[in-house]
T-cell receptor, first 119, second 109 residues
């Protein structure tokens, strides 16, 4: 099956610093990747849709200048949390879509997540 | 955008009991996904339903999509502690996926 990796799996940073999270599709190419955020005891909330070679589309209420998304290649998308604050502490999950051989639909694969803690 | 409502929000059952989790959509479902998650970990894909009336099973978990394609149910037979976790339904929404609020399942041994 298709694998999506995230790095790092967890990160602790000081308030005011920036943190970059990488998302990679390991054995397939993904023209579209997604970034979700999950707070404790809550569901996944879509933050933005990232298309290779173009600007990301952000959901309402998500600050594009704070959460910088770059999708430079078909296998890599990065999320940079700029000037992080404690309220940005959360679990961030990326996802990638692809039509795989033998599949009848456009499947969505999820990374293992990155736990961000801002002190 | 599509909204998904899950019920119940949480569920505590005794080991060996059956249980059902529901997911209702505000719009017609063109692809309904069920995932299991433990907070702080990734999503585990369970099943995907596309056709009205479709039913799929994997081990002791069965998922159904109603004929009108606006409601899905996830049924666990003879629950075990290993079934504990958060169950999320997700729906295709114009080339992205949105999730319900989740159902937190606790199975007491």
């Amino acid at each position: 099956g298709a694998v999506v990796s995230q790095h790092p799996s967890w990160v602790i940073c000081k308030s005011g610093t920036s943190v970059k999270i990488e998302c990679r599709s390991l054995d397939f190419q993904a023209t579209t990747m997604f970034w979700y955020r999950q707070f404790p005891k809550q569901s996944l909330m879509l933050m933005a849709t990232s298309n290779e070679g173009s600007k990301a589309t952000y959901e309402q209420g998500v600050e594009k200048d704070k959460f910088l998304i770059n999708h430079a290649s078909l296998t890599l998308s990065t999320l940079t949390v700029t000037s992080a604050h404690p309220e940005d502490s959360s679990f961030y999950i990326c996802s990638a879509r692809a039509y795989l051989a033998g599949s009848s639909y456009n499947e969505q694969f999820f990374g293992p997540g990155t736990r961000l803690t801002v002190l | 955008s599509q909204e998904l409502e899950q019920s119940p929000q949480s569920l505590i059952v005794q080991e060996g009991k059956n249980l059902t989790i529901n997911c209702t959509s505000s719009k017609t479902l063109y692809g309904l996904y069920w995932y299991k998650q433990k907070y702080g970990e990734g999503l585990i894909f369970l099943m995907m339903l596309q056709k009205g009336g479709e039913e799929k099973s994997h081990e002791k978990i069965t998922a159904k999509l109603d004929e009108k394609k606006q409601q899905s149910s996830l049924h666990i037979t003879a629950s075990q502690p290993s079934h504990a976790g958060i169950y999320l339904c997700g729906a295709d929404n114009n080339n992205d996926m949105r999730f319900g609020a989740g159902t937190r399942l606790t199975v007491k041994p």
